[in-house]
């Protein structure tokens, strides 16, 4: 199958990262948000980052006006009508996505693929809001995405092998490496990554140790290029909570219990580098 028109979904860190990266390949996007101010943001975010590489002699200012050009912003979903591949990237909750996937259904033209991009919610369970379940598909890209070369591809029960290696050659077309993983909650990479900060979050609840110096064990002892309270900061902590919240649900292990200071945090609005404070404050 070709995939000419490509729909992002959210235009938030992840959505505007995996707009440029197809952009940047030739693909041309509409990305979509519900919010003008957000998507302002997306885009503003992308053309800061193409003048950088332009600025770093990766790009040409031609090749920088080339991928703007393909670039559409959009507030309607209803444009996903001209789109052969829709990649969702909002929030992760099982209600938002069903909901759009459901509307995306509708929309969308017959041979489309709804991919998410969602960090460790079911895709079974997501396609299950479709009558195309075979063309659902998990697209898990990593954060910030124009710099990560890995794309985890997670097949539902139901997705066929035909949307699969679509998908497959597709990652491979972005210059990333995909990674093929089953059904599981938090797939491979968040049920490995977010325990490790959720345990990182209790050594600093339980008073061991300051942030920084949580941070600066696992920088410079286990050379993580970022500690795993700056890397939360940079993930989003409501990302962080939601995602071993499904880890706890999903395994019905107390050993995936969210820690207290995590949620309090989120309650207190205080979601990491995207609002500005977290375990550390950001101007
Ligand atoms: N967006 C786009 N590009 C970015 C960026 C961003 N947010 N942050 C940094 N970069 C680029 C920079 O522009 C720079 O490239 P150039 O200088 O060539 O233009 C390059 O990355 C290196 O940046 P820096 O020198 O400023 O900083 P660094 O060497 O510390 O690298 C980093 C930054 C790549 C983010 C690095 O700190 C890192 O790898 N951190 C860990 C990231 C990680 O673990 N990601 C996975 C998160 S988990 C996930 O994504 C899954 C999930 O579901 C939650
Ligand atoms: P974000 O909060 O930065 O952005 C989400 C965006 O979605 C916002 O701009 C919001 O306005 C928009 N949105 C919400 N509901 C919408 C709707 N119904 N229609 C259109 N737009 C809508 O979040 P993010 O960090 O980019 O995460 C997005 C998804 O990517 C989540 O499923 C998350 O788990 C996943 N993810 C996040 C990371 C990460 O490191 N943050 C990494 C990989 C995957």
């Given at each position: 199958m070709t995939i000419k028109n490509v729909m992002v979904i959210g235009a938030g860190q992840m959505g505007s990262g995996i707009a440029q990266v197809f952009a940047q390949s030739g693909f041309h996007v509409y990305l979509n948000d519900r919010d003008d101010k957000a998507l302002a943001k997306g885009i503003n975010t992308i053309e800061k980052l193409l003048t950088r590489a332009v600025d770093k002699g990766r790009l040409t200012e031609e090749g920088k006006a080339e991928t703007l050009n393909r670039l559409t912003p959009s507030t309607?979903?209803?444009?996903?009508?001209?789109?052969d591949l829709v990649i969702e990237a909002v929030v992760e909750n099982m209600d938002v996505k069903t909901s759009v996937f459901k509307q995306l259904d509708t929309i969308t033209p017959k041979h489309a693929i709804l991919a998410s991009n969602t960090s460790s919610l079911p895709i079974t369970e997501i396609a299950?809001?479709?009558?195309r379940p075979e063309q659902v598909i998990g697209m898990h890209f990593m954060n910030p995405v124009p710099v990560m070369k890995l794309v985890e591809i997670i097949r539902g029960l139901q997705t066929s092998d035909e949307t699969y290696q679509t998908i497959e050659d597709m990652t491979h077309q972005l210059q990333k490496t995909p990674v093929e993983v089953n059904d599981?909650?938090?797939?491979v990479s968040n049920r490995i990554l977010m325990p490790m900060i959720n345990e990182a979050i209790y050594t600093l609840y339980e008073g061991v140790a300051s942030p920084k110096d949580i941070d600066t064990v696992m920088k410079?002892?286990?050379?993580?290029?970022?500690g795993p309270l700056q890397l939360a900061d940079f993930i989003g902590l409501d990302t962080c909570l939601y995602i071993m919240e499904v880890l706890h649900e999903g395994f019905?292990?107390?050993?995936y219990r969210p820690c207290p200071l995590l949620r309090k945090y989120v309650k207190a609005g205080w979601l990491g580098k995207k609002s500005g404070r977290g375990f550390y404050q950001y101007d």
């Amino acid at each position: 199958m070709t995939i000419k028109n490509v729909m992002v979904i959210g235009a938030g860190q992840m959505g505007s990262g995996i707009a440029q990266v197809f952009a940047q390949s030739g693909f041309h996007v509409y990305l979509n948000d519900r919010d003008d101010k957000a998507l302002a943001k997306g885009i503003n975010t992308i053309e800061k980052l193409l003048t950088r590489a332009v600025d770093k002699g990766r790009l040409t200012e031609e090749g920088k006006a080339e991928t703007l050009n393909r670039l559409t912003p959009s507030t309607n979903l209803e444009d996903a009508k001209l789109c052969d591949l829709v990649i969702e990237a909002v929030v992760e909750n099982m209600d938002v996505k069903t909901s759009v996937f459901k509307q995306l259904d509708t929309i969308t033209p017959k041979h489309a693929i709804l991919a998410s991009n969602t960090s460790s919610l079911p895709i079974t369970e997501i396609a299950s809001a479709t009558n195309r379940p075979e063309q659902v598909i998990g697209m898990h890209f990593m954060n910030p995405v124009p710099v990560m070369k890995l794309v985890e591809i997670i097949r539902g029960l139901q997705t066929s092998d035909e949307t699969y290696q679509t998908i497959e050659d597709m990652t491979h077309q972005l210059q990333k490496t995909p990674v093929e993983v089953n059904d599981f909650p938090g797939f491979v990479s968040n049920r490995i990554l977010m325990p490790m900060i959720n345990e990182a979050i209790y050594t600093l609840y339980e008073g061991v140790a300051s942030p920084k110096d949580i941070d600066t064990v696992m920088k410079l002892g286990m050379n993580h290029p970022m500690g795993p309270l700056q890397l939360a900061d940079f993930i989003g902590l409501d990302t962080c909570l939601y995602i071993m919240e499904v880890l706890h649900e999903g395994f019905a292990d107390s050993k995936y219990r969210p820690c207290p200071l995590l949620r309090k945090y989120v309650k207190a609005g205080w979601l990491g580098k995207k609002s500005g404070r977290g375990f550390y404050q950001y101007d």
